[in-house]
């Protein structure tokens, strides 16, 4: 069901019965964050992915669905020369995009910008890439949102989808000790095997679906945490951290992430 809502001069969709989330958790989340406009470096999180993508496909077009302020949007137009490089985004702050884009030596009308309900806009183009990072575990209604990514893709696009592995350590510490964000976050989904099936039941072709990373551990409210429990997650952290040394490997109780990589046929 979709409603419409009112704020100020904004008008939006949302999809109520399938939405985690709504604009104003988003609204005070981003407004909470003090360093949004960081420089963002050639090695960023899951640069390999999407340097091995461009490479060998030659990707021109990439739009970032749900990625406000646009960190990979940024990322490859900066590192990776992507022309046409777009945002998508129900929660838009023009003073962040610009403040983000001067960090990085690029204009704002460098990436190109939408702002719209995903669930209310028709895609008008298609893309070579198209990707969202930390987006899909945000809704109930898993196969509903990976489709919508695969309406953006051109045939023989590529599809990079990225979440978090709340089904693991990281997912017991979320829940310790932040569980309302772990409440805001779909669990179903962080099924690496649950993702393939989907998305080729929507006709993709999957070249990976796995967890990512040897191990890591965050708290998204750090500093409203007492300092028994940073010292406690920071504990965690140190003893995962070299533990991993020992045994380098992705695993669903240790990776803090989950990674899907597929091709529109």
């Known amino acids: 069901?979709?409603?419409?809502?009112?704020?100020?001069?904004?008008?939006?969709?949302?999809?109520?019965?399938?939405?985690?989330?709504?604009?104003?958790?988003?609204?005070?989340?981003?407004?909470?964050?003090?360093?949004?406009?960081?420089?963002?470096?050639?090695?960023?999180?899951?640069?390999e992915v999407f340097e091995n993508i461009v490479a060998t496909k030659n990707s021109e077009t990439a739009i970032e669905l749900g990625g406000f302020p646009g960190y990979y949007t940024v990322f490859l137009k900066k590192h990776l020369g992507i022309s046409k490089a777009t945002l998508l985004d129900y929660f838009i702050h023009p003073g962040l995009i610009k403040q983000l884009c001067q960090a990085n030596a690029l204009a704002p009308s460098d990436i190109e910008i939408i702002e719209t309900d995903l669930f209310a806009y028709n895609p008008t183009n298609s893309y070579d890439l198209v990707l969202s990072c930390g987006l899909i575990e945000h809704f109930k209604d898993t196969r509903d949102i990976?489709?919508?990514?695969?309406?953006?893709?051109?045939t023989g696009g590529s599809l990079v989808v990225t979440l978090p592995n709340f089904r693991g350590m990281n997912g017991w510490v979320q829940k310790t000790f932040d569980k309302e964000n772990y409440d805001?976050?779909?669990?179903?989904?962080?099924?690496?095997?649950?993702?393939?099936?989907?998305?080729?039941?929507?006709?993709?072709?999957?070249?990976?679906?796995?967890?990512?990373?040897?191990?890591?551990v965050w708290l998204e409210k750090k500093d409203s945490q007492s300092a028994l429990a940073k010292l406690f997650v920071k504990g965690i952290w140190v003893l995962g951290k070299v533990w991993s040394k020992l045994f380098p490997f992705e695993s669903k109780a240790l990776s803090p992430y989950i990674l899907v990589v597929a091709e529109k046929r």
């Open 184 to 216: 805001k976050h779909e669990l179903a989904c962080m099924d690496p095997a649950l993702l393939r099936t989907l998305l080729e039941e929507l006709g993709l072709s999957v070249e990976q679906a796995s967890y990512y990373g040897k191990f890591s």
């Open 146 to 154: 990976l489709d919508r990514h695969v309406q953006f893709m051109k």
């Open 1 to 47: 069901m979709l409603r419409l809502f009112k704020a100020g001069n904004y008008v939006y969709f949302s999809n109520m019965a399938n939405e985690l989330t709504d604009r104003a958790f988003w609204t005070s989340y981003w407004e909470s964050k003090t360093d949004l406009a960081c420089t963002i470096p050639k090695n960023y999180l899951f640069h």
